[in-house]
């Protein structure tokens, strides 16, 4: 056994736990809103009960069936086929659907609302999704998502699926209890008001994962080149495509921005445009 790799393994698994709890950590909070006056909103448990279902109401041969902040369901329909965070199936059968209800977006805001019963609910209308397949709802379908908050209720109960009849685009509503619609901060109550996610846009969720991934394709190229060639401290045999990407990177995107601006000087003033291999070459 090479005890320079019996140490390393520690520091590995480490920096491994590290970046799977960053993108648990930024999937959650994706799930999470700060809703004015009526305080923070954490729905992530949800998440984790994956597909929720419940049967529609005057019409018992359709369900819904709900993932919690992800497109969770894969959705066939004859040929066609799409994913949503939510959607109409066979009550006998939840492989098949009927259509996509809603798919899941960051921009989707809750609002804060008192229902008729004086309970505090928060409420998410999302856009209209485009039929997956023609029959029925030619102008698409809409859902609306209610949650009532019931300290009582863990995860989750009482799960209610109805349609607005006659509605086109199809109008669809899911309401259900549960404790996670409490606010974990705030004033608990008040008249709602527009609110703002503390979750991350999806453009930052994709960069940060995107960062760990690389991270840790590093540190087990590293590794794995330390293992191989017996020389710890060396950095461009180890590192995996140093010579052949990593050391170009600063060369390329010094190329790039000269590049960009060069071509906005010659829209502006009218001269030519740059020559991208001329500057990699300088530079």
């Known amino acids: ?104 977006d960051t921009q989707t805001r809750p609002r804060h609302e008192i229902n008729g019963n004086g309970e505090d609910q928060i409420v998410f209308d999302y856009p209209v999704v485009e039929n997956i397949y023609t029959a029925g709802c030619s102008q698409g379908r809409q859902g609306e998502f209610i949650f009532i908050c019931d300290e009582n209720a863990v995860p989750y109960e009482d799960v209610q699926f109805y349609q607005d009849g006659g509605s086109d685009p199809c109008y669809y509503h899911t309401t259900m209890r549960t404790k996670y619609a409490c606010a974990t901060g705030g004033g608990g109550g008040g008249d709602g008001g527009e609110s703002t996610t503390s979750g991350m846009s999806g453009g930052w969720v994709f960069i940060i994962i995107l960062i760990c991934l690389i991270s840790v394709y590093c540190i087990v190229g590293y590794i794995m080149g330390g293992v191989k060639s017996g020389d710890w401290g060396n950095i461009k045999k180890n590192l995996p495509q140093f010579m052949t990407f990593w050391i170009y990177v600063p060369k390329l995107t010094l190329a790039g921005c000269i590049t960009s601006w060069e071509w906005i000087r010659g829209k502006v003033g009218g001269s030519h445009d740059a020559d991208t291999g001329d500057i990699y070459e300088k530079y």
């Open 1 to 104: 056994e090479n005890p320079t790799v019996m140490s390393s393994l520690p520091h590995f698994g480490l920096l491994l736990f590290a970046a799977t709890s960053i993108i648990i950590s930024i999937v959650h909070s994706a799930c999470s809103w700060n809703i004015g006056d009526y305080g923070t909103v954490n729905l992530a448990p949800l998440q984790n009960e994956g597909q929720i279902v419940a049967i529609r109401d005057g019409n018992p041969g359709f369900s819904v069936v709900y993932t919690a902040c992800n497109e969770g369901y894969h959705c066939e329909v004859n040929e066609a086929s799409g994913t949503g965070m939510a959607a109409q199936v066979y009550t006998d059968d939840y492989d098949h659907c009927n259509g996509v209800i809603s798919k899941y």
